[in-house]
Nanobody, 113 residues
């Protein structure tokens, strides 16, 4: 089973930045499209950013222009750079590989004064 380990979350003030990392234990990582999701309090998990195997990226409107997804295939790692954070970005953040059918434990991001 594919495993994901997310890290980099924490408490940050509005307007601040965080960089999340996710290491995937999967063979041929470079062939997978990778997704970042988040689950805000009281809401369903939602996909917010995707990076394809070829490096193309897409973003949900709620984060476009503020968040940036990237990957390092040599390290089996996908990143999420989050800038200009807002209180509404408070959530548990998860990554997954498209079609993997499994999730990591997530990393908590709290944006508050």
């Amino acid at each position: 089973q594919v495993q994901f380990v997310e890290s980099g979350g924490g408490l940050v003030q509005p307007g601040g930045s965080l960089r999340l990392s996710c290491v995937a234990s999967v063979n041929l990582f470079r062939l997978y499209d990778m997704d970042w999701y988040r689950q805000r309090p009281g809401k369903q998990r939602e996909m917010i950013a995707t990076i394809g195997s070829g490096g193309s990226t897409t973003y949900d409107a709620s984060v476009e222009g503020r968040f940036s997804i990237s990957r390092d295939n040599a390290k089996n790692t996908v990143y999420l750079q989050m800038n200009r954070l807002k209180p509404d970005d408070t959530a548990v953040y998860y990554c997954t590989a498209r079609g993997a059918g499994s999730w990591g434990q997530g990393t908590q991001v709290t944006v508050s004064e």
